[in-house]
């Protein structure tokens, strides 16, 4: 393989609408380029004024990912890390809120020594700053950067604007691949060129022209058309890369391997384009992902199933889990506030497992709580995730521990039995955003445990996003009753895992093992859940 001399920058903007799968797209890349031996990364940068998605409704933005240094981003670094299987870290996601709050922070300490501060030079500035420092200090051969939202909003100008820039900067060591859309209109049964001719011109009307073009389309794109849009949009026939709709994601890279797009890439940056890349692993994984041997149902529980980004990671850790145990996840959302105790049986039928989803705030909780109840005294997997451990918590005090008014004190603070209660550092916090207990932190497993032997390991890092815990003081009165504590922080002996030790498989984390869990390593939690889910069909 020909190594790079330096970094290659490569651009992935898109046009026509959002949701077309720039993430995807990237991480296909990344993937392609990753599998023929090249070190890549992969950043997002994202419009709006928010520092972080940390506090965004679920409902604006999906699931909010985290880090393992406890960056609080957007959830296409999910599966950037999903498809790498690497770590990505706070300098893989920009905002335009963090972009403006470094520049006012460097004018009111006065390190632009009294220049009028503009978008043009500085806020385009800090933008090329934030995309080259990870090639600068990590010394990746590619960076990959998503320019979040649609070419031609108003919010994406400076990004625009620093990318024909760092064309011009870069020169031969950077590449724009423009993401777009071919619609099918079905009154006249043809697809139709012209909004990407527009999409482009859009670009090219902002100094920037595109120089691979990737085509999401619902049919195939013929060659008459590919020359069409070539033509029209000032780039060769075998830089428009067709991306067709597909049943799964994980069918993209193959797909964009068919297409040529690392091949096309490479050329474009003269690079050596002929070392063949290695997939044998990912194949094997997407034969068994199209060949279950076997069907298992899982509910989820949630208060935002009807936005199913909201739980993005979970999902995907079923269908890596799934995919390891040779069966299809068939998964059932259920909404948490419609759940009671005269219709949880019908909702909850014909599960052979279930998930108590995280989140914040008391909508739907009362309906989480019964779940974990009829999961415990039904012998049904059980698998509670951040409040869904907390709810689990909550259950066995109340039916089990008999002290009926226990609560968390999220939810009720005036609860006599706070057997969930907020963190002492966490008391004084006024401000949101970015400061609940975030980021991967240490975990000593009970060599004791049904949990020891899930990870078959005593020390594990898991990341976490919450502010409120197990409170310590009823730990005795929980073990004694059969609930037990199978995971401490060894730093603040916080309680991070319990299980039920006479439950075939009931598992309440505080963490997110979601977001560890990628095609290469299925999480273990997630695994074993699976397996138990199809042993309780079994039985």
């Known amino acids: 393989m020909e190594s790079a001399s330096k970094t290659k920058y490569i651009f992935v903007t898109g046009g026509v609408t959002s949701s077309l799968g ?103 500035d800090e933008i090329k700053h934030c995309i080259k420092i990870l090639g600068e200090t990590k010394n990746y051969d590619f960076v990959i950067t998503e320019i979040g939202g649609t070419v031609g909003d108003i919010e994406s100008l400076p990004y625009i604007e620093a990318i024909r820039q760092l064309k011009y900067e870069l020169g031969k060591d950077s590449l724009v691949i423009h993401l777009t859309l071919v619609p099918y209109l079905s009154a006249a049964k043809e697809l139709k060129t012209k909004p990407t001719q527009h999409s482009v011109k859009t670009m090219l009307e902002h100094g920037v022209q595109p120089d691979v073009l990737v085509c999401r389309t619902e049919k195939n794109l013929n060659q008459s058309l590919k020359d069409k849009i070539a033509l029209f949009c000032n780039v060769d026939t075998s830089s428009v890369i067709e991306s067709i709709d597909t049943s799964s994601i994980y069918k993209v890279p193959l797909l964009m391997k068919d297409e040529e797009l690392d091949k096309v890439v490479l050329k474009k940056l003269n690079l050596d384009p002929h070392k063949k890349p290695d997939l044998s692993n990912w194949k094997i994984f997407l034969h068994r992902l199209e060949n279950p041997k076997s069907i298992v149902h899982i509910g989820l529980v949630g208060k935002y199933v009807e936005l199913v980004d909201a739980y993005k990671s979970i999902i995907e850790s079923l269908i890596h889990s799934g995919t390891n145990n040779e069966c299809e996840v068939k998964l059932k959302l259920i909404h948490s506030e419609q759940i009671n105790e005269k219709n949880i049986k019908g909702k909850l039928k014909d599960l052979s497992g279930i998930i108590v989803a995280p989140g914040f705030g008391d909508r739907g909780i009362d309906g989480k709580i019964l779940t974990a109840e009829y999961a415990r005294k039904n012998k049904i997997p059980f698998f509670g995730i951040c409040l869904g451990m907390q709810c689990a918590v909550v259950e066995f005090a109340r039916n089990v521990l008999k002290l009926k008014d226990a609560h968390s004190t999220e939810m009720n603070k005036n609860t006599s039995h706070p057997v969930i209660d907020i963190m002492e550092e966490q008391k004084k916090v006024s401000v949101k955003g970015g400061t609940m207990r975030l980021g991967a932190y240490q975990c000593d497993i009970d060599p004791k445990s049904k949990t020891f032997s899930i990870y078959n390991q005593k020390h594990i890092s898991e990341r976490h996003r919450h502010r409120y815990e197990f409170n310590n003081n009823y730990l005795d009165d929980f073990e004694k009753m059969g609930m037990k504590a199978s995971g401490i922080n060894p730093d603040a002996h916080l309680v991070e895992i319990v299980e039920i030790v006479d439950h075939p498989w009931f598992v309440g984390v505080q963490f997110h093992p979601e977001y560890k869990s990628t095609v290469a390593n299925p999480h273990p939690l997630f695994n074993s859940f699976v397996k138990a889910s199809l042993n309780f069909i079994n039985k």
């Open 22 to 124: 720039k993430g995807i797209i990237s991480a296909s890349l990344a993937k392609l380029l990753q599998a023929r031996g090249y070190s890549v990364t992969i950043q997002k940068l994202d419009p709006y004024i928010n520092i972080d998605p940390g506090t965004l409704n679920p409902y604006e933005h999906g699931e909010c990912y985290v880090t393992d240094d406890g960056a609080e981003t957007d959830l296409d670094l999910g599966h950037y890390e999903r498809f790498l299987n690497t770590t990505t870290s706070q300098a893989n996601n920009v905002t335009t809120g963090r972009i403006y709050q470094s520049v006012i922070n460097k004018e009111r300490k006065g390190e632009y020594l009294g220049e009028t501060v503009q978008v043009v030079p500085h806020i385009t």
